[in-house]
């Protein structure tokens, strides 16, 4: 089992959420963040004065699949979260973690069974 968590720009959230239905992923968790990376944040002008916005929004999913998933899954994030043909800074990044232990609550199943 394996935690797949991606860090997209918000307006491409939708987009994401179609690719992974595609390939018949249905389960994560949306989080709101924020963070940056090479694009270093922005400028910008409030009451005739500029400040610097170091910190960018961004959309955290978090994903748990079985080790046949991860490759169509993490296919599907860059389809979706890629902004054009061959994408641009600030698109994101995606991080695959070992996942020890799952374990449903409802029914007390455990591993590959409770994802």
Known sequence: MKLIIAIIQPARLEAVKAALSEVEVFRLTVLDCQ???R???HTEVYRGHE???NLLRKVEL???VNDNFVEPTVSAIIKGARSG???AIGDGK???L???E???IRTGERGGEAI
């Open 98 to 100: 070992p996942l020890e």
């Open 85 to 87: 043909e061959k994408g």
């Open 94 to 96: 995606i991080f695959i």
């Open 51 to 53: 400040f610097s916005v």
């Open 35 to 37: 963070g940056f990376g």
């Open 102 to 104: 799952c374990v449903r």
């Open 62 to 64: 978090q994903i748990a």
């Open 39 to 41: 694009q270093k944040g």
